[in-house]
């Protein structure tokens, strides 16, 4: 297989405050080494402070309408949540070259809030799939998702990152 060259924009979408510095680095880091391959982005979607509220269901339905509103049809939505189907790093790739020999032109991997998603959001999702069974930081996710992508387009295009 040679170099891929796609037509398919990635996005991470991300409810949640800015990045720390260091994780601002580490998607640099990752954005960069993606760029000969893909174009890549991330979004953040905040709800507004004034907005603010310890009800969590509430918190669930503006995070939700954050997202829908944002949402375009033809994108193809992967939810990224615990209770998804876990995917190896190969899987990651095969499921990037499914999309992209779909036709996909924006692939959005959706890092739900703090208190996960509505059943609106997750019966729109193309797909569900889980990084892990251990609970990690949204910023973090944020840096373990650039660097999944890496690694899959990597594997699609015959580079030496990835090690069987």
Aim: net charge positive.
């Amino acid at each position: 297989m040679g170099k891929i060259t796609a037509t398919m924009n990635i996005e991470i979408w991300s409810v949640g405050k800015e990045n720390e510095p260091f994780i601002e680095d580490g998607l640099r880091y990752y954005f960069q080494k993606i760029k000969p391959y893909n174009s890549i982005e991330l979004v953040l979607l905040q709800t507004p402070k004034k907005a603010a509220t310890t009800d969590i269901e509430r918190t669930k339905q503006q995070e939700e309408e954050l997202v829908l509103k944002k949402l375009q049809p033809q994108n193809y939505l992967v939810l990224l949540d615990e209770r998804g189907k876990m995917l190896n790093s190969i899987q990651w790739s095969q499921q990037f070259q499914q999309c992209m020999n779909q036709g996909v032109k924006t692939l959005v991997l959706l890092i739900g809030g703090a208190y996960g998603v509505t059943d609106k959001i997750r019966t729109r999702a193309n797909q569900c799939w889980s990084l892990s069974n251990l609970v990690f930081p949204h910023q973090m996710v944020r840096l373990i998702v650039a660097e999944q992508t890496y690694r899959a387009l990597s594997i699609l295009n015959n580079s030496p990152y990835h090690h069987v």
